[in-house]
């Protein structure tokens, strides 16, 4: 089963709202939790990173917050652009063998 | 340009059939790995490598095998492909165990 929980499967933002996408886990062996953005044909790449001693870390209009002991994290994406539609992927890596879990993916559609 | 390249792009194929995906960076990094995605599914770690000649499973690794006899390349081959298989297929390397992987572009697999 999925390892990582994320919601919502879709959602749809205005030009310059807030699109928030949240994950959630239950192994507490995950120690680095990356953000993947995928565009239509291509294969995903990584967005921002944090790892679990940081609540918060910011990039340009992208910001995920971690919260350990509810075991969640989100992210943030602040002033959301047309160019920011794109499907994206929370995932979680095992501290001792580097198994890497995803989520099953959020498609953010921004409309102009 | 640092890359991961994958063949073939699309591959239709039959049930039982043998076939292999080929995967190469020319980033020289240590670990490889192996995803297939699915609709609801997200990505779902199939192989791993973390060096050569060191492989371990993922989450769904049965009716897969793979082999990393070089650094740069890390094939996945279906011995028996079933319909099952049909999926989206992606390789991925990084520097340092999984973190920030580089993809490559996909491998659209149909088996009839």
């Known amino acids: 089963q999925q390892q990582v929980k994320q919601s919502p499967q879709s959602l749809i933002v205005q030009k310059g709202g807030i699109s928030i996408i949240n994950c959630a886990y239950e192994n507490t062996a995950f120690d680095y939790f990356p953000w993947y953005q995928q565009f239509p044909g291509k294969g995903p790449a990584l967005l921002i990173a944090?790892?679990?001693?940081?609540s918060e870390k910011k990039e340009g209009r992208f910001t995920i917050s971690f919260n350990k002991s509810a075991k969640q994290f989100s992210l943030h994406i602040m002033d959301s652009q047309p160019g920011d539609s794109a499907t994206y992927f929370c995932a979680a890596r095992v501290r001792w063998d580097y198994k890497l879990s995803f989520g099953a993916g959020t498609t953010v559609t921004v409309r102009a | 340009e640092a890359q991961v390249t994958q063949n073939p792009r699309y591959l239709i194929t039959v049930t039982g059939k043998k076939l292999t995906v080929t995967c190469s960076q020319n980033?020289?990094?240590?670990?490889m790995s192996w995803y297939r995605q699915d609709p609801g599914l997200g990505l779902r770690q199939i192989y791993y490598s973390m060096n050569v000649e060191v492989t371990d499973k993922g989450d769904v690794p049965e009716g897969y095998k793979v082999s990393r006899k070089e650094k740069r390349n890390f094939p996945l081959i279906l011995e028996s492909p079933s319909p099952n298989q049909t999926s989206l297929y992606f390789c991925a390397s990084s520097v340092d165990r999984g973190e920030k992987l580089f993809f490559g572009s996909g491998t659209q697999l149909s088996v009839l």
């Open positions: 980033m020289n990094h240590e670990y």
């Open positions: 944090i790892r679990p001693d940081v």
